[in-house]
Structure formats: C-alpha cells, structure tokens
C-alpha cells in the first residue's frame, strides 16, 4: 500500500506496480490533501452523509496501519526514495530553467540604448555606484541588486541615462546592468512548476504551467531590460513555495525551521522590491491562518501544542521579516552617503547628515531660534517648499465670486529664494537686532514672523482662503486703515520639545505655528493658486491643528545684526551659502523618515498616452511601447500572449462558477466529489484566487497613474489557476464521463490550445525583441486591437 507525505511516496513493500510518477492518479493526488489543508481529512463536513464519513474513517485507517512501523525500522528505504524524486524534480526544473534561460537572455545586448523606464533605474544604479542619495518611492533591493551585479562589471556609474533610445556608450556593461532582473526572469518558470506540484497537479501540467511562463510575451518582454518586476515576481513566488512546504512540514522540524526561514526571507525581499509586494506577504498570513484555522478542530493536538505552534510561526515570520527590511534599508543608507539632487524630498536634519550635503546651510550658523533670527521655514513632511511671501496682494474678489482680505500673499515655494526668509520677533520688543544677552525662543512662547524683504508680520483672521474654503486666510499684514485689525501673534509649539527639553533648534526642532487669536495652525494645504498666485501652493491656516501638513522646521538660520531695514535686506541678497559638515542622525531616525517620505510622496504622472485603467488588462486592452529603432519600425512594446491571458481569464469565471456551483450541489445534499476532492479543489483553488483578487482588485482604488505591467503578479496567480483548472477539467471528465474518448478529446483540445499559444509567442516575439525590421503593413497586421498603440514612423 503507498501513501503521499509531503510531496515524498512510501512505499512499505517492495516498489512493484507502481504508476509512472509522471501521470499520478487522481486517488493519488486526493489523498495526499492533508498537506493543503490537514485537519479537513481528520473532521468530515458537517454536510457530509454517513457514507462520506465512513470513506474518511477509512482513509485514516489506512494512513494509520502504513504510518506504524517506527522510524529508524524505515528510515534507509525512505531516504533513497526521497533522493529519486528529488532528482525528477530537478529534472524538470532545469529543463524549463534553460528553456527559460535562452528565452531572456538571447541576445540581451539588443537594444544598445534606453529602454522605457531604464531611464530611472538606470540613473539609481549610478547613483548607488556613485554613493549619491536619491528618493524613489519604492524600497531599494531590486535596484542594489542590479547596481551589484553592474558594480562587480566594473561600472563607474557616469552614464546619465539622459533618454528613452540614448545610445549606451562603451562604459556600461548592459549585459551586467540586465543580468539580474533575466536572471530572476528565467527562474520564474521552474519555481511555478513546483508550485504546482506542491499542490499536487499531475507533472504534465506542472510542466505546462512553466511552459505558459516561458511563453508569456509580457513576462518575457520585462525580464530582458533593467526593471524591477521579474525581480518582484521571483521572490513572490519562491515565498509562496516555501510557505506551501512549510505548512506541510512537521511542526518545529528541521525542515519546518528552514522552510519557514525561506519563506519570511523571500516574501520580505519581495516587499523590499515594491511595495506591491505586500500582497504576497498578506496571500502568505491567508494561507497560514487557514491552515491554523483548519486544526483547530482537531481534537488530537491540544490547545498548548496548537497555541505554541502558531507563536513560533508568528515570531518566526516577524523576526526574520523585520531583519531582512531593516537590513536592506542598513545597507541603502550606508552605500548612500552623499547629497545629491533628490535630498531636498528630505527634511533638513537628513540632509544636513549627508556627506557635503545641504549647500543652503552656511558654515558655523547657530543652533538656537532666539528673538531677531532669520529664519527660513520648510514644509517638512511631504511636498517640499518654504513659506514664501512677496509684495503681490490676493485679488479682491476669487474666480467663484468670494472676496478676500486684499492682503498681501503667503504661499508654499518650491525653490530657493531670497522671499523665503523671515525674522522672529518677540511682540514686546520694537526691534528686530539680536540683543547682548540672547533672548532664546522656547516651546510654549508667543513670537510674531516678521517678512525679511517687506517687513510685513504673518497674519490670520476670520477670511475664508482662496483655495480650501473651510480654512482661514494666511497673509502678511497691510494696514489699510479699514475694521480689520491685524492678528500676528502665533504660539510656537515643538512637537519634539522633551528632546531638546523645550529649546527650538534650527534643523532638528518640528514646529507647529498655533495663532493665538483663532487657534488655528499654520497649514501648507497642497493646492496649487491659479496664475495671479503665480501657481505656487497655498498656505492657510487650519483649526485642525494635528495634521501632518502643519508641522514646520527651521532650515537655514543666522542672526539680524543691522538696524537699518535695507542693511537686513542686502545682507539677505548678499550671503553667500556655503557647505556645512555632516551632522549625525541615527540610523532609525533616518528610516522612520523615508518610510514617511515614501507613503507621503507619491509622484503622479499625469495624461501618459500609455498610461490603462485596470478594467483594460484582464483582456490587455492597452500595452506599453518601450522603444523604436530610430532606422526602421522594428519596437519593442509590452504585449501579453493573447492566448494566455484570456484562457487565464476565462479560467477564473470557469472556476468561481464551479465553485457555486459545487457549493450549491452540496448544500442539496448532491455530493459530486470526494470529500479529499472536494478538499482539494476548494483549498489549491482558493489560494491562487484569493492570490489573484488581492495583486488585482487594490488597483481599482489607486489614484495615481497605472500600467499595464502593475497586472504582472497578478497575471502570475491567473497563469496558476489556469493550469489548476485544466486539471481538475480533467479529473472530472475521467470520473463522470464513460466514454474514454472524452477525456482523450479534452487532451487533444487542450494541445491545440498549447499550439496556439506557441504560435502567439513566435509571432509577437518581434515586439518583445525589437530585433526585426518591420514594414507599416508588418506592424497594423500585428495590431489584433484597436486601442494597440503600435507606432509607424517609417514607411
């Protein structure tokens, strides 16, 4: 008698008769589903009739005369079957790894210039090469891979990457600079076949499911340039591999340990990638809830056995993953170490702790805000700009038809600018010169921001502001002479006073601007004024004070020396900005802000003609055009297998209506599959779909710009379920079908189908290489659709 564990077959007699481990049965295959959901074979539904219950009372009979000799009595047999196996799996992963291998890697050189979004991650890797800090809104690892993989072909990181089609010149290595991301591209097809196995589909359509990877226009098309999403792609699915081997491990095994460790290191790694990678993080806690969830009813493991496997998991998991994404932001910080032109996303403390870095703070300025600073003032989370005012005055009456104060303007400026600075006056004193004795300004006091350039004070009153109606006006004071009295005083509160107990600090201090008379906060609100505010971003003031957008910091700092107005104003024209040394910042204080910066500060490209909605990619309504042969029509342009993707499509309806369709059979008392069958249909089938739903459906409520290649991973679970429902197709026309020439025409069918989606891949081909000169005729015969922006530039 044979038994499946854990993907490994024992055999307790002598292996005769055996079946080819190429087309296992479907007896076979079901009862092995304890390893997708075990407790489901120890518990019977409670739908179940007497008949169904018998069946599994059964089945752990069996299971527990063949698991009863002791281990050491079956250990040598068990060990040289497991070594056969082992080696069938790396037959065939091998094979699709080549097979992939050649696919990607085929002349990788071609195209010699920029393509597509090269023209950013290109400029990372230099900049990584360079140790010069840049802001992306990703985390670093795709990209410290690549820059690794080019550093160790000895590029200096000179290119600038000025364009989509820029000429490489002699300097970059492109086949370092595309090792990586076709590297993990060819990987993708063999790590898909296990999966596959591991859920225990028959070896022929494991095999098929690699094929369809290897023969994916789009995954190939990503895989051969210097992007990030094969990258993504690879660690997602290798996590996903290993928490199937890890839930079907023996609990606190050597090979539990391990798998788990695999399995926290690669969905990690995956998020370290893109942050879209969190999906297959949250897929990984659905499977392992489940699992947990589906052992709970068995009354064989006591509640310490079961409360202490899911602490270890849960701290297994969390500690490994925490290392891994604080490791990887350890090694970004100290590779970048120099400013550059991205720090200024950065508050100033981050910058100032760069190497040459905040060129606008002068040398030896002072630390301590005391009456008669000049100061200038920086939005410090989010968008970054300083609070800016010049002589212009608000329009008397708005567009909509509200009037205004009349008064002159205060806005949010994104650039240097000598309008930016302004002095701190305490209200009691007439001056603005720093005295003899220092008159330090502290968490708590009232002060007035006087302009440096028009010496008018900052002002709030009960005006509605032009752009946020239910926010109070923000101006610098006229006095018209007219019922409108002036309201300068503002209370300076220090968010993080118990650090520098209660002193304000340039750099380092957050400060909130409260207005005395309204308590409004000081508010930079993220509109941008129309041309007569010259599209700068308004400043308003908010009686919600507690919001992220009303936290300011002190940039540069020098003390008021002159008494005379225009020795103020030409002292602030005339100085010169000098390069500080590098201040310190902890390695948590600089991670805490650029996860901040990287949730806050999301880029939003507006109007790309190939940007797509994500209704359109299920049936790839839209694709992407990477690059163009300057000389002739041959491109490259991001198009999927047709075949493919809509099979893959057409798959998940097939399977969600299956699905109730069982369900409702069931609850009628007709219970068409086995209860192992029925386990394993619904649990291998509702990992890949709920797998599936949450790479997918999160797109509907994003706000920024989207493309076609954001549907890659889910289009990796899709690819999945398509091979899991071609399965299953299968098994339920050999057992309720009994004519064998059914199934052998499903067989035949489904290789017709096969061929098609060779002969899809060899024909587009032409557009994931970009090698083949093409006519005008060449490329409107490749265009199936529409709204498939193929370009024609020559004849």
């Known amino acids: 008698m044979e038994t499946i564990e854990g993907g490994t077959v024992r055999n307790r007699k002598a292996q005769q008769k055996k079946p080819p481990k190429s087309e296992e049965t479907t007896e076979e295959r079901c009862k ?29 009979e069996r299971e527990r005369s063949t698991s009863k000799p002791e281990k050491d009595e079956r250990g040598a047999e068990d060990d040289r079957f497991s070594v056969t196996v082992n080696l069938q799996f790396n037959g065939a992963t091998v094979g699709l790894f080549l097979l992939s291998f050649l696919t990607r890697f085929y002349r990788i050189g071609h195209p010699g ?41 000895g590029y200096s990181g000179n290119f600038e990457f000025p364009k989509i089609g820029s000429e490489y010149d002699a300097s970059v290595p492109v086949f370092a600079l595309r090792f990586v991301p076709a590297l993990c591209g060819s990987l993708l097809a063999p790590i898909v076949y296990s999966i596959l196995r591991q859920l225990k589909l028959g070896q022929g ?62 969905l990690t790694a995956a998020v370290c990638v893109k942050f ?56 970004h910080f100290a590779t970048l170490y120099k400013a ?104 708590g006091d009232i002060v007035q921001l006087v302009h440096g350039v028009t010496s008018r004070a900052l002002n709030t009153h009960d005006v509605a502001s032009p752009m946020s109606a239910l926010c109070q006006e923000v101006s610098c004071y006229i006095d018209y002479n007219i019922s409108m009295p002036a309201n300068l005083l503002w209370k300076v509160e220090i968010l993080n006073s118990k650090e520098s107990s209660g002193k304000w600090y340039a750099i380092t201090s957050q400060v909130r601007f409260i207005h005395v008379n309204t308590t409004a906060a000081l508010k930079f609100t993220g509109e941008q004024l129309p041309d007569w ?30 008494a005379d107005k225009k020795e103020v104003l030409n002292k602030l024209l005339t100085t010169e900005m000098i390069p500080t040394e590098r201040t310190r910042l902890s390695f948590w204080n600089k991670f805490y802000e650029l996860q901040m910066k990287m949730l806050l500060h999301a880029d939003k490209v ?53 699905f109730v369709f069982y369900l409702i059979r069931r609850r009628r008392q007709f219970y068409d599959l086995e209860p192992a069958e029925w386990d394993r249909f619904r649990a291998g089938g509702e990992i890949l779909l709920v797998g599936y739903l949450l790479h997918y459906l999160p797109y509907f409520f994003v706000e920024r710009t989207l493309f076609l290649y954001n549907y890659l991973p889910a289009l990796l679970f899709k690819i999945l379920l398509l091979c899991f429902t071609i399965d299953h197709t299968r098994m339920v026309l050999r057992k309720f079908v009994s004519r064998p020439s059914v199934p052998a025409l499903f067989g035949a069918l489904v290789g017709v189908w096969f061929t098609g989606v060779l002969y899809f891949f060899r024909r587009y081909s032409v557009l994931s290489y970009g090698m083949t000169a093409l006519s005008a005729d060449d490329v409107l015969e490749l265009r199936l659709k529409d709204t498939w922006d193929l370009i024609v530039h020559k004849p």
Request: glycine share 8%; proline share 4%; with cysteine.
């Open 32 to 60: 092995s589903t304890e390893d997708l959901s075990s407790n489901e074979r120890h518990q019977p539904a409670s739908d179940e009739p007497s008949r169904s219950k018998k069946h599994a009372d059964d089945v752990k």
């Open 340 to 443: 550059g032109p991205h720090d200024t996303v950065m508050t100033s403390a981050f910058q100032a702790s760069l190497e040459g870095g905040l060129a606008s703070i002068t040398r030896g300025q002072p630390l301590r805000i005391q009456h008669g600073s000049q100061i200038t003032l920086k939005h410090t989370h989010g968008r970054v700009c300083w609070l800016h005012s010049h002589p212009h005055v608000y329009p008397i009456k708005y567009a909509d038809g509200r009037g205004s104060s009349h008064q002159q303007q205060v806005t949010c400026y994104g650039f240097k600018d000598v309008n930016n600075w302004w002095i701190v006056k305490r209200p009691e004193k007439e001056g603005l010169m720093v005295g003899e004795e220092p008159d330090y300004i502290e968490n």
């Open 606 to 658: 507006e109007g790309h003609m190939y940007s797509s909605e994500p209704h359109e990619w299920p049936l790839m309504d839209k694709g992407i055009a990477y690059w163009i042969d300057a000389e002739s029509n041959a491109q490259i342009h991001l198009l999927g297998n047709v075949v493919v993707w809509y099979s893959a499509t057409a798959a998940i309806a097939l399977y969600v209506g299956l």
């Open 533 to 562: 505010g010259y599209n700068q971003f308004e400043v308003a003031a908010d009686r919600r004070q507690y919001t992220i957008d009303t936290i300011w910091n002190v940039e540069e700092h020098r003390y008021t020396q002159h």
């Open 205 to 266: 359509i494991s095999l098929l499911g690699g094929l369809l990877i290897i023969f994916d226009n789009a995954l190939l098309t990503h895989s051969r340039f210097i992007l990030v999403e094969s990258i993504l792609l690879f660690f997602a699915a290798l996590g996903i591999l290993a928490i199937l081997k890890f839930l079907q491990a023996t609990p606190f095994s050597g090979r539990w340990w391990t798998q788990g460790t695999i399995a926290s290191i690669s």
């Open 113 to 153: 210039g920029v393509v597509f979004d090269e023209i950013h991650f290109g400029k990372f890797v230099s900049l990584y090469l360079k140790n010069t800090f840049y802001f992306d809104q990703h985390p670093p690892l795709g990209k410290l891979l690549i820059a690794g993989a080019a550093g160790t072909a």
């Open 276 to 331: 879209v990678g969190f999906y297959s993080y949250l897929l990984a806690i659905y499977m392992i809830g489940r699992h947990v969830w589906q052992e709970l009813p068995d009354r064989r493991r006591s509640s310490i056995y079961l409360t202490l496997k899911v602490l270890a998991m849960a701290t297994l998991v969390l500690s490994v993953s925490a290392a891994i994404y604080l490791g990887c932001f350890y090694v």
